[in-house]
């Protein structure tokens, strides 16, 4: 079965912060998401990665960044936290053009 | 606006009824996926559908493609509380590598 990890289930963090939020996955998969969920409006695609060292806006890309050192391995950075930014994040990996295997999200508060 | 529709957005029937939720765009997918979210978890794919009028069962699940491939449904017969959760389509547009989530159908089953 392939295994998605976020670093974190919950997370508290103040505004102006950098914060960082991981992801590892152990599939070997080309693909990485990372997407915010936020009730009415499902979920929003802020970037995502097709191979190491790639990366690709999403729709919702600003005041994130990202990053992809390793190929199971990919990181969002929040790089000064606004409380616009409290959401629960999903992680999500894929081969290409496959179904999406996700973990069990980070649920961020930002103070 | 969001790429695709769910319709409803909120649903609550009595065990052993029957439903339907719809997915729309005007925007035609190469495969649209469907996912059950259960609280304080990630999504979980049920099916993915590839072809225009395909109809894919699993149990008492039935998910059809439009002809066209730009919108989905998923009809469930004789509702029971297990089913109870977060429905997501998410489509995999022609000739984008990534994916887009509607946002949402969530669906409480009654004993």
């Known amino acids: 079965d392939v295994k998605v990890t976020q670093s974190s289930r919950y997370l508290v963090k103040r505004t102006g912060e950098k914060v960082f939020l991981e992801c590892v996955q152990d599939m070997d998969h080309e693909n990485m998401f990372w997407y915010r969920q936020d009730p009415g409006l499902g979920l929003r695609l802020i970037y995502f990665s097709y191979d190491v060292k790639m990366k690709e806006k999403g729709d919702i890309p600003e005041g994130y960044s990202v990053s992809r050192e390793k190929k199971e391995r990919f990181s969002l950075i929040l790089e000064s936290a606004s409380t616009n930014q409290t959401s629960m994040y999903l992680c999500a990996s894929s081969l290409f053009r496959q179904p999406q295997h996700f973990g069990d999200g980070t649920r961020l508060s930002i103070l | ?111």
């Open chain 2, 1 to 111: 606006t969001q790429l695709l529709e769910q319709s409803p957005q909120f649903l609550s029937i009595q065990e052993g009824e029957n439903l339907t939720v719809y997915c729309n765009s005007s925007s035609v997918f190469s495969s649209l996926q469907w996912y059950r979210q259960e609280p304080g978890e990630g999504p979980v794919l049920l099916v993915t559908v590839v072809t225009g009028g395909e109809v894919k069962k699993l149990k008492r699940l039935t998910f059809q493609f439009g002809d066209a491939r730009k919108d989905s449904s998923l009809h469930i017969t004789a509702a029971q509380p297990g089913d109870t959760g977060l429905y997501l389509c998410a489509g995999d547009r022609q000739g984008n590598n990534d994916m887009r989530f509607g946002a949402g159908t969530r669906l409480t089953v009654k004993p």
